[in-house]
């Protein structure tokens, strides 16, 4: 107790003496992220902040290790010694961080009612010692999936937390600091998926400091905007950038002048208004001392591109590509932002300064271009050719997305909250590495690429959340008119699974995009792979039951040995009829023929009746083939008496079917289609008796 007594002032004497050459007493308070549990003397983040304001600041550090804000909690900061010593402090500015704790079953589940009154007692003991104090409330740091409480009411209670310190920031007019939204993309800071090391002490601090002084910034925009570029026409527009605090921002648009203020942080928002189909303009953006002028702008058609290696499969790869490649594209005006990564995902180790910009999500990198033979070469084969199609119908200028990763999965292009959100995905995101919900490809590769990393949580695009934090997140103040999706080879040891994540990932892009994006996606070819047939017609039932996912098929495209089939520019092509179809509303076919009925007569004539044509044909004029039956001991039956009448299929001798297989093989040579040339499906028909 002594011992104690005797630390407490020379603590005391120690403020004193150093207060005198402070102008300003800045105090952390705060629980073990702002104690610096687990980091090294002089690295958390309150230190931190002290090099960061200089001499004429005094920053005191009152963390306390498990502190709860709830005075009823297991551990109240307002009963402990650090809390007594901030007081004691008698600081100027005071920054608030607490509730990670409060998120323990022994607090919020029993006290929750008093957070908001328990948080106004701690504001105002400050304002009572000095009524000019300034406070600063901060939201919490994330809590990652991999807490052991993460989903028995932590995940949920976290949520409760951080929506009740938004409230109180409001409620009080006080500023909120987001120490969340950084960190959330960053869980290699996080070993135990709570406690954030140096680097992130580092993030919090520099947070910290932006809100408490000026902050200079150059005049710039965010990375997905520059010359050359194409804007969404018929919507309003916004542009963002970075500007020193409070600075006033002018963009100069043909008449117009619009201003913008940036906020404390440096970051401003200008909207430009709705535009028609047009251009080339110039955009002019002025500060006090600088000025970016853009050229060459656009506004017409945006489309986002994304998926994995089919996706990326270049133009100069394709089959019959020479002529599309040096096209001239006199007559049409097409743009292209192609998103190149730093490295591929091949079978090698990458070195520590690709891991760090992979973990610092700086894995993709690009800008607006307009299309020469070199870059229209080195872009997404199906992307282009879909442009070509479009810019040439629709005859207003089409801007294309490229942003696509070979051998990356689902998982990788969800944001982390949707993830988190369902109980069975937060179960494998964080340990995926190990988890048989990752297919075993991803797995392997990204040990190998991994293998320099000592970090647990060293990033990697087949990581759940990856490619939307690092890629897709750049573009969500983007407009798009939609999106063209090709994925699906990395999930295909799961299918059940996928049918759980596709969904999600189309709800959370048109969540985060904040537009009901429509969704045009590739059907996987065909391959000798055991489960690519199920998989296919997987895909085919859900484009069919969720609201605007259209598929183009490409299984008559495939290649038996090779999961990169080179017959790209066709799906391009299919990919702009689905779209001129469904969002342009042309009066042309456009969808793959589908069973939609049947009948099966008591003689055993099976007829089956399909959608979207007037007569159904075979692809070479040739004998139709493709189909098997199956019987009711799962014994494979053939079909040897089929017919085509109009656009249904008569099929002799059907009573000991019980189900009906289409282009069912995983290398698949079936030919049935429509006459408009679209070719059918890999389906599964069900026959009830």
Avoid at 107 to 112: F, G, I, Q, T, V
Avoid at 360 to 389: C, H, K, M, T
Wanted: proline share 4%; with cysteine.
């Amino acid at each position: 107790m002594k011992r104690a007594i005797k630390t407490y002032f020379i603590f005391v004497l120690l403020l004193i003496n150093l207060q005198g050459f402070a102008s300003k007493k800045v105090a952390c308070i705060g629980d073990s992220v702002t104690k610096g549990y687990g980091i090294a003397k002089g690295k958390s983040y309150p230190e931190h902040l002290q090099t960061l304001l200089g001499e004429d600041y005094l920053v005191g550090n009152f963390g306390r290790n498990g502190a709860t804000l709830l005075k009823n909690g297991h551990n109240p900061y307002m009963a402990s010694p650090e809390y007594r010593e901030a007081l004691l402090f008698q600081p100027d500015i005071v920054v608030i961080a607490l509730g990670l704790n409060d998120t323990d079953p022994r607090n919020w589940p029993n006290y929750k009612i008093d957070f908001k009154s328990d948080y106004d007692s701690l504001i105002e003991s400050f304002k009572q010692q000095n009524p000019k104090v300034q406070i600063y409330i901060c939201k919490m740091t994330p809590i990652f999936s991999g807490h052991q409480r993460f989903l028995s009411g932590t995940r949920d209670w976290f949520q409760q937390i951080q929506s009740e310190i938004i409230s109180i920031a409001e409620n009080h007019h006080l500023p909120l600091i987001d120490n969340h939204t950084e960190l959330y993309t960053r869980i290699d800071l996080f070993d135990d998926f709570v406690h954030p090391n140096a680097d992130g002490a580092t993030i919090i601090a520099n947070n910290v400091f932006r809100h408490l002084g000026k902050t200079n910034h150059a005049l710039s925009l965010s990375e997905t905007i520059g010359s050359h570029m194409v804007l969404q026409r018929g919507v309003l527009n916004k542009i963002t950038g970075l500007a020193s605090s409070n600075e006033t921002v002018l963009l100069k648009f043909n008449k117009l002048k619009i201003k913008a203020i940036a906020d404390q942080t440096g970051r401003w928002t200008i909207e430009l208004p709705k535009q028609s189909a047009g251009g080339p303009y110039k955009l002019r953006f002025e500060s006090q001392k600088e000025h970016i002028e853009l050229e060459d702008i656009y506004f017409g058609d945006v489309y986002l591109a994304s998926g994995q290696s089919n996706m990326a499969f270049t133009l100069s790869q394709a089959q019959n590509s020479n002529d599309l490649i040096h096209k001239s594209t006199a007559g049409k005006t097409i743009r292209l932002f192609k998103n190149k990564t730093t490295v591929q995902t091949n079978n090698t180790s990458w070195d520590q300064a690709n891991l760090d910009k992979i973990n610092r999500l700086e894995y993709f990198s690009g800008q607006w271009e307009v299309p020469q033979s070199e870059n229209i070469a080195a872009f997404s084969a199906i992307a282009y050719s879909f442009a070509d199609q479009i810019a040439s119908s629709s005859k207003v200028p089409i801007g294309i997305i490229e942003l696509a990763v070979g051998g990356t999965n689902a998982e990788s292009w969800i944001p982390r909250q949707s993830l988190e959100a369902d109980y069975q995905f937060a179960t494998y995101i964080h340990n995926w590495r190990t988890s048989g919900y990752i297919q075993e490809f991803c797995r392997e590769r990204a040990a190998v690429n991994s293998k320099n990393s000592t970090l647990k949580n060293q990033r990697h695009p087949y990581q759940p959340a990856y490619n939307y934090e690092a890629g897709v997140s750049k573009w969500l103040g983007t407009n798009i008119k939609a999106v063209l999706w090709y994925q699906g080879e990395s999930n295909t040891h799961n299918l059940e699974l996928h049918e759980r994540l596709f969904p999600v990932l189309v709800d959370s892009w048109r969540t985060s995009f904040q537009q009901n994006l429509p969704f045009f996606i590739v059907q996987l070819s065909s391959i000798d792979r055991p489960s690519w047939p199920a998989f296919r017609d997987s895909q085919r039932l859900m484009s069919n039951k969720l609201d605007q996912v259209y598929m183009a098929v490409s299984s008559d495209l495939g290649d038996s040995l090779d999961v990169h089939p080179t017959n790209k520019i066709p799906i391009g092509i299919r990919l702009a009829n689905l779209v001129r179809k469904h969002v342009y509303h042309e009066q042309i076919q456009a969808d793959s023929p589908q069973p939609i009925a049947y009948t099966l007569s008591k003689d055993g004539l099976l007829k089956i009746d399909f959608s979207e044509c007037k007569q159904l044909k075979t692809t070479d004029g040739k004998q139709l083939i493709g189909f098997e039956g199956v019987d009711s001991l799962g014994r494979i039956v053939p079909i040897n008496h089929i017919e085509i009448k109009g656009n249904s299929l008569l099929i002799s001798n059907a009573q000991s079917l019980h189900k009906l297989l289409y282009a069912y093989k995983p290398f698949s040579r079936a030919n049935l289609e429509s006459d408009s040339s679209i070719p059918v499906s890999t389906f599964l028909l069900s026959l009830e008796k």
